[in-house]
Nanobody
Framework: QVQLVESGGGLVQAGGSLRLSCAAS????????MGWFRQAPGKERDFVAA????????NYGDSVKGRFTISRDNAKNTVYLQMNSLKPEDTAVYYC?????????????????WGHGTQVTVSS
């Protein structure tokens, strides 16, 4: 089993920044993909960003490109999501996810492990 714990959420004004962290523990894998997804009330879970443990290849959802940056620290088994220029529409619960492969990284159904989520609220 892989355990994922998110942190760093909170309340911020529009235009502000937050950095989310996701610490992985348990049966961590040396390869694979870590992803961030978000879900607002009444909406589907949307892809935000993903990164490969090996090589650091990244992907971003269209709505966050140029504003969010995903990174990882392999030594700490931790992935980060730096969120800048936040907008009220970024308000959601943000989830960290992990999968042992590098395919299908933008689809939430392809991920095997999930954190409990952290709330991000952006006020206007």
């Amino acid at each position: 089993q892989v355990q994922l714990v998110e942190s760093g959420g909170g309340l911020v004004q529009a235009g502000g920044s937050l950095r989310l962290s996701c610490a992985a523990s348990g049966r961590t894998f040396s390869g694979g993909t870590m992803g961030w997804f978000r879900q607002a009330p009444g909406k589907e879970r949307d892809f935000v960003a993903a990164i490969s443990w090996i090589g650091g290849t990244t992907n971003y959802g269209d709505s966050v490109k140029g504003r969010f940056t995903i990174s990882r620290d392999n030594a700490k088994n931790t992935v980060y999501l730096q969120m800048n220029s936040l907008k009220p529409e970024d308000t959601a619960v943000y989830y960290c996810a992990a999968k042992p492969s590098i395919t299908g990284r933008t689809y939430y159904t392809s991920y095997d492990y999930w954190g409990h989520g952290t709330q991000v609220t952006v006020s206007s």
